[in-house]
Each structure stands twice: as C-alpha cells, then as structure tokens.
C-alpha cells in the first residue's frame, strides 16, 4: 500500500530536514526579532539591569525546553492521526476514542473547535508583528527611512498575499536554503556577541529564574507575557508533521534550530549587559552597522517566509474545518499538480490580507502588537494539553496517576502564560479572543445547524422501498445514468422526488451518492467506495474521504471498478442531479433565532456542490426546495 503524508516519505531525510527549516520553524525562527526586546521595553517591562536578564534568558531557555523540546516535540507529535497533526486533526483523534463517554465528546469538541479559532487569530497577527518587526531594523540601519515602516510593510505584505494564488512551488523551493541562512545567522550573531559577557551562559541554571520570579514577584508575573514570545510557532512543529514526518522535524529542531535560537537570545544578553542603549532594538544591534541593512533585508525574507507557513496553514486548516462540518464549503484550488497540500482559498486569502493590514495601520509597532500576540498563543497550548492528556488515558492508556503528573505540569507552564498574558487584554490582546469568539461561533453555528438540517431531511425523506413500489410501468425510462447526490445514508433524495414530479420520467440506472468524511487525515482507494445495489439498475454508493483530501466525484467514479460501483461508468452519459437547499428560519427570539439566522447567511455565500464536488457543469441539473430550521 502506498504511504500517505505523514506515513512515510521516498525523499531522504536531509532533504525532509531542509525543507522543514524552511516551512515548520519560520513563526518560532523569527521570535528573536522582539522577544526579548518586548520584556524589557514593553508596557510590562522590568529594570533593565544584569540579574533580571539572566533571569529573563533563564525563563526563556526553560520555557523553550519544556513546551517545545518536551511538550510538543516528545509528547504531542506521538498523537498523530494517521500522520497528521494539528488542532482539528487532534480533535478528530480524540473524539472518536471519546464516543460513548457521556458529556467527554462535546468537552472535547468545543476546545479542538475553540483551539482552531485561536490558530486563525494567529494567522492574522503572525504576518504583521513578524514582517513589521523586521522592517522596523530600518530605524538602525537607515533612521531617516524609519517613517517609511508601516508603508514597505503593507506593500510587502500586499505583494506575500497577491502572489497566493500562483502556488509556492516556486518560493517554496527557497525556504529552507533561506531560512538555512537565517538561522545560521543567528547563531553567529549570538555567539560573536557573547563576547561582551560570557557569564551569560550562567542563565542556563534555572535557579536564575526561579531567583528572578521570587525577587520581581509581580513584575517577574507581568514580564512572562513577554517571554511567552519565544515559543510562538511551537504548534508549527505540530501542525506540519504530515508534511515532513515526525523524525526530520525533530532532527532539525534539536540539532540545529534550537542551538540557533538560544545562542541568539544568549547573544542578545550579553549585548544588553554590556551596552544597556542596546535595548531599543537588541537584535538588529548585534551586527556591526555595515551589515545592517543586509540583515533587515535577510530578516524580511524570513519573516515572509514566516508569514507564508502561516496564511498555508489558515488555508489547509480551512479545508479540514470544512471537511469535518464545521464550515460551509468554499471555493479550494489546487496550485500545484504534484502536490495535493498546495490549495488556495480565494476567501481565506484576501479575509486575511485585509485583516492583517488593519492590524498593521492600527498598531503601527511590533512592541504595541506583542500584546496581542501571546493571548492566541497560551489559549492554544493550554487546549493542547487538555487534548494530550485525553489521548494519553484513552488511547495510549497511560496510568491515570502519570498523565495527572504530566498534563498538570504543563498546565502549570501554560496557565502561568496564559493569565500573565490576560492582563494585556486591553492593549491588544482583546482582538484575538474576539477573533477567536466570533469563529467559534461561526464553526459551531454551522456544524449544529448542519447536524439539525440533516436530521430533518433524514426525518422527512421518503422511504427508498415505498419509492421503489410506487414506481409503475407507466413512467418512461430514459437512457443514461442519473446521479443524486444526497448528504444522507437513508431514503430517496428531494432531487429524485422532484425530478419525478416535474419532469415525470426516471433514467435507465439510478445511483444515490452519498459523500461521506472520514475523521482520518486519508482515505485508501480500497476504502473508497462501498455500493448498495437496492434494486435492479437502481444503486446506493457511498463515496469516503478524509478530512485533508478535497473531494472530486468524476474522478472517483472514472478510478473505480465496475465491481466497485455496480455499473461501468461513461463520463458522457451520466447526468449530475443536486439539491440546492433555500433554508428559511423560522420566528424564534433570543439567541436561537440569531444562530438561525447566521446558520442560513452562511448556507446561502457556500460554494455550489457542482463546484465543490468538482461536477461538470454542462452535466448538472440543480433543484431546488425550501426547508424551514
């Protein structure tokens, strides 16, 4: 059997390991740029002196070993879905072992949903803060272009989301030698300017943070919405495992993007210790000032880069959420013909754009954009715990004792993000958890009001036996093969029963398609199809994928075997019957009347089931019924 992503890959793992530094650690690659400016110099900052850095760089070297190396890395990459990583396929893993056990399924779904809500606020605030914190080296490098900031970042990023729609084959095949540059860059600015004070290293004991967070007290507290900062991206490594597989990703973090970023950071200490004026943009600062412009512009590409892994994973993160139910279909593009993970959704893409832009014109700096950075981020990671943990007792069925050890020493780490991150609520961190709300509600409004809908058509729909009996020889049979698609798995769809009604015929062969999404990552083309013959000429298929797969009806039926779908398929002679539902809300006051109002808005701007399922146009009849919610 052929491998699926994230299964086993043909290329080597060198080749995995440079194309995952180039796609996986952008978002975590480019923290240096603010992270340990913003502790100091943010609207928490603390004093800026020798033992509150230390403390500072020891916060930030253990918080990047126990979330990342440990948590995510060894923990959290075991819980694949069939190779597949990331929130919603996480929350499909854990909702199948969770069917059964009372309230657990519905806890479970609402934080996998609510954590995919958070990752879309990530998307729109990791392009601004990362491209303009690395256009903002242009005040070092050139101060007389500093007014020109926020205008090369909206053209930057203007061109990044413009160019979306071509592919990134092309730019994709310069990540990881750029970003290969970029964080060798980093570990030789770090260890050059470690020069200044090498004691710095002394930060690798943690006593220095624990002296730091005792001695501080609330603005140590306050200063961990700064450090937080250091492990953004850390579900990158997650999210993207299918791509690359789990070994080369973690071969790379460990001997190579890890060494880098805590050199950096260590570099950036002893700048600070040494020249304190440093602070007002430490990294920029570790290169000498004629090779400053050169690093704004290697910064830039990399913050790009960054950018670009996020607004891929805004769109294969889409594609799973519709999939799984959870959004109405929408326009999806392949931009690549080799592979099947490159899409483009045209929506997605200028949504964010626009949004990303607003954040930019609105907070103008990185610094004021830092502050609504890590709220997205720490809701995210103390999700993931959650979810971990679940998988640990029921799937891996660790002892109860052991995975209360772990889970809860990591929602010690990640609370203390968290509620130290929630005090900048109301300079900026109130705009992801308003992204995060008003998509939470859009995802589960759609996913109930899909689940009422279906129960009502499955409640209403007329027995397939009674049709059958109540055909006669009166009605004309006309050549050809009629295909309705029905999105249940019992009685005759309202697209046959109006067909009947209207235009009194029945075609020669009869097949109800029901496309049905699996919650694994793939689907094997053994598992594809299953057929129902009901009756002679008259057929039931059910056509599987899985949620990282778009569905393409004519070529599943083209690719099987006549065994496999009980008729020998003819492109040509196979008209496409859908139904093209017009809901219509009944009165209700209240929140129910709003959500089924939302719930139809949302019916009504989703992509037609001609073109989501990929029918030919010249082959598809549309019928159309109403149905009060």
Known sequence: MTAQPGEGHSRNVPALMLAAIGVVFGDIGTSPLYALKETFSGPHAVALDRGNILGVLSLMFWAITIIVSFKYVIIIMRADNRGEGGSLSLLALVSHAAEGRGRL?????????????????????????????????????????????????????????????????????????????????????????????????????????????????WHAFLALGSVVLCVTGAEALYTDMGHFGRLPIRLAWYLFVLPALILNYFGQGALLIAHPEAIANPFFKLAPAAMALPLVILATLATVIASQ???????????????????????????????????????????????????????????????AYGVAVTGTMVIDALLVGTVMLLIWKWKARTVKIMVGGFLVVDLAFFLANSIKIPDGGWFPLI???????????????????????????????????????????????????????????????????????????????????????????????????????????????????????????????????????????????????????????????????????????????????HLPSNRVVELGSQIEI
């Open 105 to 217: 399924p519905l806890i479970v779904s609402s934080l996998g949903i609510f954590a995919a809500a958070l990752f879309y606020g990530d998307s729109i605030i990791t392009p601004a803060i990362s491209v303009l914190s690395a256009v903002e080296g242009l005040g070092v490098a050139a101060p007389h272009l500093e007014q020109w900031v926020v205008p090369l970042t909206i053209a930057i990023l203007f061109v990044l989301f413009a160019i979306q729609s071509h592919g990134t084959d092309l730019v994709g095949k310069l990540f990881g030698p750029v970003m290969l540059v970029w964080f060798t860059t980093l570990a030789v600015l770090g260890v050059k300017n470690m020069a200044y004070a090498p004691s710095v290293l002394a930060a690798l004991s943690p006593h220095h943070a624990i002296a730091f967070l005792f001695r501080e007290n």
């Open 309 to 371: 892994a996020v607004i891929s994973g805004a769109f294969s993160v889409t594609r799973q959420a519709i999939q799984l139910g959870l959004l109405p279909r929408m326009e999806i593009i392949h931009t690549s013909k080799d592979e099947m993970g490159q899409i483009y959704l045209p929506f997605v893409n200028w949504l964010l754009m626009v949004l990303v832009m607003i954040l930019v014109v609105g907070f103008k700096t990185s610094s004021n954009l830092a502050a």
């Open 435 to 613: 992204v995060g709300g008003l998509l939470f509600t859009l995802l589960t409004t759609w996913k109930h009001g899909r689940a009422r809908l279906l129960a009502k058509l499955k409640a209403d729909a007329f027995p397939v036996e009674d049709f059958l009996a109540s055909l006669s020889d009166r009605v004309p049979r006309v050549p050809g093969t009629a295909v309705f698609l029905t999105g249940t798995s019992e009685g005759v769809p309202i697209a046959l029963l109006h067909n009947m009604k209207h235009n009194k015929i029945i075609h020669e062969r009869v097949v109800l398609v029901t496309i049905q999404v699996e919650e694994k990552p793939f689907v094997t083309e053994e598992n594809r199809l299953e057929h129902q013959l009901l009756a002679p000429n008259f057929h039931r298929l059910f056509v599987r994928y899985g949620f990282m797969e778009t569905p393409n009806l004519p070529k599943a039926l083209a690719q099987a075997r006549r065994d496999q779908i009980g008729f020998f398929y003819e492109p040509m002679s196979v008209s496409y019957f859908v139904s093209r539902e017009t809901l219509i809300p009944l009165p209700k006051k209240g929140l129910p009347g709003l959500r089924d109002q939302l719930f139809a808005g949302l019916a009504r701007m989703a992509t037609s089931a001609m073109d989501y399922f």
